[in-house]
């Protein structure tokens, strides 16, 4: 099992910056992803960014550029710094972490922290 908790969220004006953190705990010797996803009310859940094992990131086109996913490996927690904060970035962050038991993935999601970008 895995525990994630998450941290970091609030209220920013547009043009704003905010860091996120997630730490995880538990049974993460065997991750191979983690990432943040993001939901808006009235919206599907959207991935926003991810970070392998191997170090490879990818980002949703709408934060290229702004948004950057990085982890302290010896905390096990992983970060979303967001720059340049705009209104369409308000929904609540969640992130998520993937590991093999046994060979099949399995993925665990913190409790979600909100961001709202506004004015």
């Known amino acids: 099992q895995v525990q994630l908790v998450e941290s970091g969220g609030g209220l920013v004006q547009p043009g704003g910056s905010l860091r996120l953190s997630c730490a995880a705990s538990?049974?993460?010797?065997?991750?191979?992803?983690m990432a943040w996803y993001r939901q808006a009310p009235g919206n599907q859940r959207e991935l926003v960014a991810i970070?392998?094992?191997?170090?490879?990131?990818n980002y949703l086109d709408s934060v290229k550029g702004r948004f950057t996913i990085s982890r302290d490996n010896a905390a096990n927690t992983v970060f979303l710094q967001m720059n340049s904060l705009k209104p369409e970035d308000t929904a609540v962050y969640y992130c998520?972490?993937?590991?093999?038991?046994?060979?099949?993935?399995?993925?665990?999601w913190g409790q979600g922290t909100q961001v709202t970008v506004s004015s």
């Open positions: 538990g049974s993460m010797l065997s991750w191979y992803t």
């Open positions: 970070l392998t094992r191997g170090g490879d990131t």
């Open positions: 998520n972490v993937k590991i093999l038991i046994v060979s099949s993935p399995v993925e665990f």
